[in-house]
C-alpha cells in the first residue's frame, strides 16, 4: 500500500500560501514586458486587502509600448490592447487562463512573484493594528470602571478619540506589551491624590514598583499625561512639571527652585550676601514677610544665574534678586504672585528670546503689578553682541507679542537674532545698586 505524502507544498520564498508556485513555471508570466500589468494589479490589491484577486473586476491603464502590450495578448484578450486608454478587466477571466497552468494560480499570486513582496500586507496589517487597538480599548473601558468615583481622572469612551488623534494610540500599540503598559496607567490613575500632594517616584513606585517607571520620556509617563490630557485634566503642550502639577503631582521637591539673593520666607536669618535656593517644598508652604515701612519695594527677577554671580561680585550695598535659573514652574510663578500680594513690586527681566518673552509672559500674569525690567526694543538692541561668533536665529513661530512693549517683538523679528542678559549687564547692575528699576518708556504704557 503505497501511503501519499501530505505535507503541504510552501512557497520558499513566502510570497504565496498555496504551493502554486513550486508545481508549475512562472517565468514565462514574470517578463519585464507583463510587469506593467501586475504593478497595477498589486497597486488594487493592496487597497481592496485581497491577496489573491481572483475575482471581481478593476480598471487597467494599457502602455504605449506594443511589445509591453503584445505581451498580455492571450492573457486579457486574444488581440493587442489599444495604447494608452483604460480599460476595466474581468479578474475570474484572467484566474480561468491562469489554472490552465495550476488549478491554484491566481492572478494574485504571479503578482507576488513577479514585484517579489506579499500582496495586500498594508490591509492585513491594519487590519491587525485595528483588532489590537479595540482588545485595548474593550480593556480600558473595564479599567475605567473600576476606579473609585473619588479618582481626579477618569477617562471616558469619548477620551479614546482624544487619545487616537494625538497619536497616543499608536505608540500605546507600538509597546511591546501594550496591555501591562494600560493596566500600569490605571494604577498610577488610581493612585493620583484626589486632594493634596505626591512625590512622582513614590507614586511610581506604587503603582509599578519601579520609583522611575514615571521618569520624563518613559511610555506610562507619557500615557498617564495622554490621559489626563484627553479628559481636560492638564495640556501636554507645555513643561512635563507643569502637566504633573496640575495633577497634584511633584516632580522633584527638593532641587530646583529660586536662586536668591536677600528674598527669604518670615522668620529665616540669612546674611544678605548670602545665595541660597528656595526650593519647591519651602515656596509651597512659604510665609512671606511684607515690607516694611520706608522699605524700598522692588524684587529683581532674572533668568540667568550669571546676573546673580555679578551682583554678588559687584554689588556692595543688600541685593533682593531672585532666579529662575530657567523657565520657571507653576510653584516658582505662584510664589511670586504671593509676593506682590504681600506688598513686594517684581522688576523681572530675561534673555530677548522665545523662552525668555514667555517668561516674562508668565510672571506679568501672575503677578498683574509686576513690571518688564530693561526689556524694551532699546534695551534688545543694546544688548546684541556686535559681532557674534555663531550668531543663533529665533524661534518666530514661538516668539509670541510683547504687550508692555510692542516695538519689542517687531524689532527681534526684523533682526532676528537673540540676545543675551549678559549683554546688558551694565545696566542691571546699576538698578540693583540703586534698589529699583531704571525708568523705562515702552510705547505702549501696560503693566507699568
Partial sequence: MTVLDSTPVTCPEGLCHNGACRRTDLSPLLSPNV????????QRADQRGDAAMASGTMKIATPHSPTQRAAVIGLLSPRALPPGVTRRIDLDQLTQVLTRRDPDLTPGVVTAHALGRPLAARAADKARLTARLTTLQHLRSRLARALPTTAPVRPDDAGWDSLRRRGTLARLAQHPDPERLLRACFAVLHRLPAAGRADRRRLAHAATGNPH????????????????????HTDTAGAARDAWDRLGVDLDTLTGGL?????????????????IVLTPHVLRHAKWPSPRHNERRWIFLTENPAVAAAALDEVKNPVRLLCTVGTPSRTELRALASLAARGWRIAVRADFDAAGLALVRAVLDAAPAAKAWRMTADDYNASLYPS??????????????????PPLAAAMRVCGRPAYEEGLLGPLLTDLRQGYPSATTPVSGKRL
Fill in 35 to 42: 510587469r506593467w500589468l501586475w504593478e497595477q494589479i498589486a
Fill in 213 to 232: 517607571a514615571l521618569d520624563s520620556g518613559t511610555d506610562l509617563a507619557c500615557l498617564v499625561l495622554a490621559e489626563a490630557a484627553a479628559g481636560g
Fill in 259 to 275: 536662586l536668591t539673593l536677600g528674598v527669604h520666607p518670615s522668620g529665616w536669618r540669612i546674611p544678605p550676601e548670602q545665595p
Fill in 388 to 405: 557674534p561668533f555663531e550668531p543663533g536665529m529665533l524661534d518666530f513661530d514661538r516668539l509670541g507679542d510683547t504687550p508692555w512693549d
